[in-house]
C-alpha cells in the first residue's frame, strides 16, 4: 500500500510540474516575437513532463 501513496504523491508532484510548464509555455506563445528562441527548450520540458506524469498514471493503473 505504501508504493501506491508514493505513486500517488509522484502523480499530483508530475501533474503540478506539468501544469506549470503548460502556463509556462502558453504565456511564452502569448508574448510571440518575443523570446521565441525559448520554444524548443520550454515545449521540449513540457513534452517530458506530460510524457512522465503519462508513464506514471499508467503504472498507478497497474499496466
Known amino acids: 500500500m505504501a508504493d501506491m501513496e508514493e505513486l500517488k504523491a509522484r502523480v499530483k508532484k508530475l501533474n503540478a510540474q506539468a501544469t506549470q510548464l503548460k502556463m509556462d509555455l502558453h504565456d511564452l ?3 510571440l ?25 499508467k503504472q498507478m493503473a497497474g499496466g
Open 29 to 31: 506563445s502569448e508574448e
Open 33 to 57: 516575437p518575443t523570446n521565441w528562441e525559448k520554444i524548443p527548450e520550454v515545449a521540449r520540458k513540457t513534452f517530458e513532463a506530460y510524457q512522465a506524469l503519462a508513464e506514471a498514471r
